[in-house]
């Protein structure tokens, strides 16, 4: 009876290791690619527009590799018409405005991220939107920066909020009027209590000063009624003069 040559044992041995090492490898590697899938399928369905680019040389000078659907939703533009139409190019038609959103990018690179700015994007339909945006620098194993770009469109909210300050306003106009109205109404009401106590003040003197005359006076005074003489009130010196 043959038996195998040790050579051949040992072929098979190394055989059956690098085939439990292979699999070991495409078990990592399937549990890499699900956890990168999983990683893009969030970042692709974010509710907030998720984009990274990096500069290149040639136009349009900035080349995007990330671009979820809320970025295409924001903007119009699919990663495809962006990397070949121009980042800066197409949102910001207005040159000052270009030039200035370069600069900022530019200072951004070095280390300024924007954290929630407003910024002013025109769509690719040319509608004009008001969006927040927020970047952070990321660098590669090869030593390349990329720009990471989080953005929400923010025009409507803005446009509640402007809303609700002039609706504020206006409040705040109608209060101010109305407490002026009330202070002008105080003040003809303390005018007008003022001139009754004066008046009220000034009859009750003349009455006090009539009943002084009246009752000190020496002659015979009465208080009697026109219409039948009835007498009603006689004085110190009708009571002397008459015995009544």
Request: hydrophobic share 35%; with cysteine.
């Amino acid at each position: 009876m043959m038996t195998r040559e040790p050579k051949y044992e040992k072929l098979e041995k190394r055989i059956r290791e690098l085939e439990e090492t292979l699999e070991k490898y495409q078990q990592e590697d399937r549990k890499l690619r699900e956890d990168q899938s999983f990683r893009s399928a969030i970042i692709m369905h974010a509710a907030e527009g998720i984009c990274v680019c990096h500069e290149i040389n040639e136009y349009p000078y900035v080349r995007f590799t990330v671009w979820n659907d809320q970025m295409k939703k924001l903007s119009g533009y699919t990663m495809e018409e962006i990397n070949r139409l121009g980042w800066y190019q197409t949102v910001y038609p207005d040159p000052a405005v270009q030039e200035r959103a370069i600069k900022r990018m530019g200072q951004m690179r070095v280390g300024s991220d924007l954290i929630r700015e407003e910024w002013e994007i025109t769509r690719k339909d040319r509608e004009k939107r008001t969006f927040n945006i927020s970047t952070s620098i990321l660098e590669t194993d090869d030593g390349k920066k990329h720009a990471l770009g989080m953005m929400s469109d923010v025009t409507d909210s803005k446009q509640v909020e402007s809303i609700l300050k002039k609706s504020q306003a206006d409040l705040e106009r109608q209060v101010s009027q109305g407490t002026a109205e009330l202070i002008k109404a105080n003040e003809a009401l303390k005018d007008e209590i003022s001139k009754h106590q004066l008046a009220e003040n000034a009859l009750k003197q003349s009455e006090e000063k009539f009943a002084k005359a009246f009752h000190s006076s020496p002659n015979a005074i009465t208080i009697s009624r026109i219409d039948d003489g009835l007498i009603f009130e006689v004085n110190e010196g009708f009571t002397r003069f008459f015995g009544y």
